[in-house]
């Protein structure tokens, strides 16, 4: 136990004044002429005996009196532990209590029946009261005193250090700045709310304290700072950001950072006592300010900061709860796109959910909007949205605050004909959280990539043209490719760099100049695809042709002859991870492209720099897709026909047919679709086509109207753009060689996860924190109890004024009511 005011216990000296006045006007014997002289003697032994034990019992009660009135006036603090009583103690004492008084009024009541003098009876009944209060005190020290005081010391973890309320602190303010804290009631956001209680809380602060601010937002960690108007001044430049690290991780730095301090004003102070347990000149506490959103924490709790806080008891921890009990809202959670990056001329389908929570409104529209080509945005589409909802729903959202209902909803672009298309869905309503009422995306269209199809039989290389590019599409200029088809006579001649990939189907034998060429051409970063197939009945020229010194500097593989698989067999493509299927994924998996038959094959050998992509089913695991890359380009060799000439039924699978021709068209590429569409606090990434120049510098434009320099290392053929932390519209500007023109653009948004507003619940953050080993607030208020009850302890004055009150009952009692009976009994003898 602590006092706040410790000298005034010198005033226990005046218990003693009862003392004095005991003696002072003790009674004296009276003479009386009385002719019974015996009766007397007797009743005055009698008298005497009941008169002292009442004598001593008001003499301890006005003692008491005057010790409950100097310690409550001290003010003692007790460490912070549950003082009330429990179940069993209450019940106990209430047991033990009626107990008494049927023991008392029975005992009473069996006097009262044998007809004994009241001279006997005052007797008996002071007796009684002696007994039976000493006997309900011993009964109430085992039964509840016991068990309480065993409980409470169980729960004081640790005693309280030296008590003042003038003492300096060490605190740090971590605020939360995620976009949750927009969050706005009676005009004022969560932030700003949290902001108010911070600078109230800062000007009740002792002087010489010390505060140092922290945010969410950023790792930065400001320096300590005795200037509270430099404190000041920095919590209310804070900012919401899209970006926003977990709470959790943010709060184990400022715990640190306190230990980090205590270890270095402990080396500092020489000469001084060690600060084993934490005590310093300093109190240390955090501040955290939040809304107390589930998703500003970590999904899986770690033990470490817990354990590092049961170590720390000189600690203190406070959290201020500024969210509101009931949130309203509607918003775009995420948006989705069919395609990120298409070929001029094609469509996109944007799907998108909304999520509502506590909104009932029938006139919220959903607005669709891409800027043109001077950035100004035009609205092309809109839809209705209905947030009414159901009597059930209604009674689910009171049960579960901030609880998130959400519909699907699609809309689509056509006929997009901008290199860059950067666009937002925006929902016009008027509900308090506003960041998520709009979503930003960023569509990339380029012109179909050129396509050279090299075969001796044309009607083979027609059929995969029209696989790649389909004569609708192409009438419509909705084509992703070109294809040229050309025979084996004119490889020679036409210049490869002109195409972007190139497929030769059915070849049997090439000149050393053509596969010379063809390997430069893959070097340079061209695609180059062999279909085998057709061996055109010369196979062993067809060997010795792929097996040549010229051949072998471009293919994967060495090609041993052709076999025949009975019964037929089929791909392999079960649990395959290589992102050349990757996207069979997304359309239900590659079942149907694995169950087509394949009857012949080509038996290859993979050279050491081949890879093999994938197997045929048969027992020898033999290559069906081998692969290498060459130079800045690549060479994939499928080793089977792609015709219904009695090599494979793949023609017959339909739409898997068609996504891997897509697939394997892109794969050769080998420029995978650069992500436009980021979340806060992504890096985002771009690259560059191969056969383009290699640029040296970019300029990145923000959405906060910031022009960042980003510099491409040398050799490199990607460049990473970290700074992603504002939401909006990026582009990407090639300013290399003094020309400046737009290379690429990508959008960012908020994670859906702002808006959910779902707290966090007590067993949670016990978790994170351990039981009882932080202080929760709403309100300024509250944290002034919490933390003078913290800082100082448990105040007991109330307890004592109680008990102060009831001892002063009691001695009025024994003072007027028990000498009241006497006098009525003596008077009426």
């Known amino acids: 136990m602590s006092l706040i005011h410790p000298g005034l216990l010198f005033g226990i000296a005046l218990a003693i004044i009862p003392v004095i006045l005991h003696f002072l006007l003790r009674s004296k014997p009276k003479k009386i002429i009385f002719p019974a002289l015996a009766l007397l003697q007797r009743r005055k032994i009698q008298n005497s005996r009941r008169l002292k034990l009442r004598h001593l019992w008001l003499l301890l009660l006005r003692i008491l009196i005057i010790i409950a009135i100097v310690i409550a006036l001290a003010r003692p603090s007790l460490p912070p532990a549950n003082y009330s009583f429990s179940t069993y103690e209450l019940v106990m004492l209430i047991t033990i209590i009626v107990i008494a008084l049927l023991s008392y009024a029975g005992l009473i009541r069996y006097f009262q029946q044998h007809s004994v003098s009241q001279q006997t009876m005052n007797t008996h009944r002071t007796y009684l009261r002696g007994g039976v209060g000493l006997a309900t005190f011993l009964l109430l020290l085992l039964f509840v005193l016991w068990p309480y005081q065993r409980r409470i010391f169980a729960e004081i973890s640790e005693p309280l250090p030296a008590v003042s309320e003038n003492i300096p602190v060490t605190a740090i303010f971590l605020f939360d700045t995620s976009l949750s804290m927009d969050y706005r009631q009676e005009n004022q956001s969560r932030l700003d709310q949290a902001k108010e209680i911070a600078g109230q809380h800062l000007s009740n602060l002792p002087a010489q304290s010390r505060v140092s601010v922290l945010s969410s937002s950023s790792e930065d960690i400001s320096p300590y700072q005795s200037d509270l108007s430099a404190v000041q001044s920095r919590i209310k430049a804070l900012k919401t950001s899209a970006y926003s690290l977990f709470l959790d991780n943010r709060l184990r730095t400022a715990i640190n950072r306190q230990e980090d301090d205590l270890k270095r004003s402990q080396n500092e102070q020489t000469g001084s006592q060690t600060e084993s347990s934490g005590s310093s000149q300093y109190v240390r506490e955090i501040y955290l300010y939040t809304d107390l959103a589930r998703s500003a924490w970590s999904s899986q709790p770690s033990q470490l900061m817990k354990q590092q806080l ?129 979503r930003f995306f960023t569509i990339v269209a380029e012109p179909p990539p050129h396509i050279l199809i090299v075969s001796p039989d044309q009607n083979s290389a027609r059929l995969w043209s029209d696989v790649l590019a389909p004569e609708k599409l192409v009438a419509l200029k909705k084509n992703r490719y070109l294809c040229k088809v050309a025979s084996l006579n004119e490889v020679e001649s036409i210049p490869l760099e002109d195409f972007a990939a190139v497929y030769l189907i059915n070849v049997s034998s090439l000149s050393a100049t053509s596969w010379q060429q063809l390997t430069k051409y893959a070097q340079k970063g061209g695609g180059v695809c062999f279909i085998l197939g057709s061996d055109g009945n010369s196979p062993e020229s067809m060997i010795v042709s792929f097996n040549s010194e010229a051949a072998q500097k471009l293919l994967p593989m060495e090609l041993l002859g052709s076999l025949k698989f009975i019964p037929p067999e089929f791909l392999d493509l079960e649990n395959n991870q290589h992102s050349l299927f990757s996207y069979f994924q997304n359309l239900g998996g590659t079942g149907e492209l694995a169950s087509m038959e394949v009857s012949r094959f080509w038996r290859v050998n993979p050279t050491k720099r081949g890879q093999v992509i994938a197997h045929y089913t048969d027992s020898r695991h033999s290559p069906a897709l081998v692969e290498q890359s060459l130079g800045r380009g690549k060479v994939v060799v499928l080793t089977t026909g792609i015709d219904a000439k009695g090599w494979s039924q793949f023609l017959f699978a339909r739409w898997s047919y068609l996504a891997f021709a897509d697939q394997l068209t892109r794969y050769l590429l080998h420029t995978r679709s650069n992500r436009t569409n980021y979340l806060a606090g992504e890096v985002a990434s771009y690259q560059w086509p191969v056969s383009a120049n290699p640029p040296v510098s970019f300029l990145l434009r923000t959405p906060d109207l910031k022009q960042l320099p980003i510099t491409v290392e040398q050799g490199k053929s990607s460049v990473l753009i970290p700074n992603t932390t504002a939401v909006g519209h990026y582009q990407l500007i090639n300013n290399s060689n003094n020309q400046t023109r737009l290379a690429t653009g990508f959008s960012v948004n908020v994670s859906a996860r702002e808006s959910n507003f779902q707290p966090i619940s007590v067993e949670e953050l016990n978790q994170f924190l351990g039981v009882e080993r932080y202080s929760l607030s709403r309100d300024m208020e509250g944290l002034k109890r919490t933390i003078r009850s913290e800082r100082l302890g448990v105040e007991i004055f109330p307890m004592l004024a109680a008990l102060l009150l009831i001892i002063f009952c009691l001695e009025h009692f024994t003072a007027n009511y028990f000498y009241a009976i006497d006098q009525s009994t003596e008077a009426s003898s």
């Open 310 to 438: 049961e170590k720390l008891k000189w600690l203190g921890i406070y959290i201020i709860d500024v969210g509101v009990t009931n949130p309203q809202n509607i918003g775009i959670s995420q948006i989705r796109l069919s395609r990120e990056s298409i070929t001029l001329g094609n469509s996109v389908t944007l799907k998108t959910e909304i999520v509502s929570s506590g909104i009932t409104s029938e006139n919220t529209i959903l607005e669709l909007f891409t800027q043109n080509e001077k950035g100004q945005l035009i609205k092309r589409d809109q839809r209705p949205l209905s947030t009414i909802s159901s009597s059930a729903e209604n009674r689910e959202n009171a049960n579960n605050p901030g609880l998130n209902r959400g519909s699907q909803l699609e809309m689509s672009l056509s006929n997009i004909d901008q290199p860059v298309t950067q666009g937002e869905l925006r929902i016009t309503s008027s509900d308090p959280y506003l960041p998520d009422d709009v």
